[in-house]
């Protein structure tokens, strides 16, 4: 079974600085793939980045990076330039081949931009 | 650009009740999901469903749940009994092809309220 831990419930990040939001994983699989997905107040989810495990070189999205650590099972997200519309709950989640690749989330966490 | 789309946003049902979910996933997308998220909770999958049939379910998914594919478009979730406990946001997603590191794309949910 694949697990999802994010141990910060609530951050908070001024406009323009960066911000890293952690998340840890634990798999079985030797194959995997890791995601970062936003929901704003609209309560839509929507992607911001993904990473395959296969892959040593960390993804990024123009404002959005990852520190894929595999050793130590950790996938973190860097926003950079941290803007108004950053502020939605993140969640970090893995994709479990024995569920038809379905989507298994961490807790979230809660993201709070101030001007 | 192509959208999942769930109707209805907002369901009020009384607890007993049956209450289908409807979705319509993106066009030639072959990977269907339901997810449901209790207020304040993380997202936590249902069932996917592929090539007309369950692929996986998780142990929420029990005998008051169903999915259907009736027409080739729709994609619905009935609840047969309705429980106080199955109040949350219901999100149906759907992916293009196999593979865990495709993205899957999400309605914006229906608000289910069991009162």
């Known amino acids: 079974a694949q697990t999802v831990t994010q141990s910060q419930p609530e951050m908070s990040v001024q406009e323009a600085e960066t911000v890293t939001l952690s998340c840890t994983y634990d798999?079985?699989?030797?194959?995997?793939?890791l995601f970062w997905y936003k929901q704003p107040p609209s309560r839509q989810m929507i992607l911001v980045i993904r990473?395959?495990?296969?892959?040593?070189q960390n993804a990024t999205e123009n404002r959005f990076s990852v520190n894929f650590q595999k050793a130590a099972k950790s996938f973190s997200l860097k926003i950079s330039d941290s803007q108004l519309g950053d502020a939605a709950m993140y969640f970090c989640?893995?994709?479990?081949?024995?569920?038809?690749?379905?989507?298994?989330f961490g807790k979230g966490t809660s993201l709070l931009v101030t001007p | 650009e192509p959208e999942v789309t769930q109707t209805p946003s907002h369901q009020v049902t009384q607890m007993g009740q049956e209450v289908i979910l409807r979705c319509v996933p993106i066009?030639?997308?072959?990977?269907f999901y339901w997810y449901r998220q209790i207020l304040g909770q993380k997202v936590e999958f249902l069932v996917s469903?592929?090539?007309?049939?369950?692929?996986?379910k998780s142990e929420i998914f029990d005998d008051q749940f169903s999915v259907e594919r009736p027409d080739g478009s729709n994609f619905t979730l009935k609840i047969r009994s309705t429980k106080l406990e199955d109040s949350a946001m219901y999100f149906c997603?759907?992916?293009?092809?196999?593979?865990?590191?495709?993205?899957?794309?999400f309605g914006q949910g229906t608000r289910l309220t069991v009162v």
């Open positions: 469903f592929y090539n007309n049939e369950i692929s996986e």
């Open positions: 989640a893995s994709v479990n081949s024995n569920s038809g690749y379905a989507l298994n």
């Open positions: 798999t079985s699989e030797s194959d995997y793939y």
């Open positions: 066009s030639n997308h072959l990977y």
């Open positions: 997603a759907s992916r293009p092809s196999t593979g865990g590191h495709t993205e899957a794309f």
């Open positions: 990473q395959e495990a296969y892959k040593q």
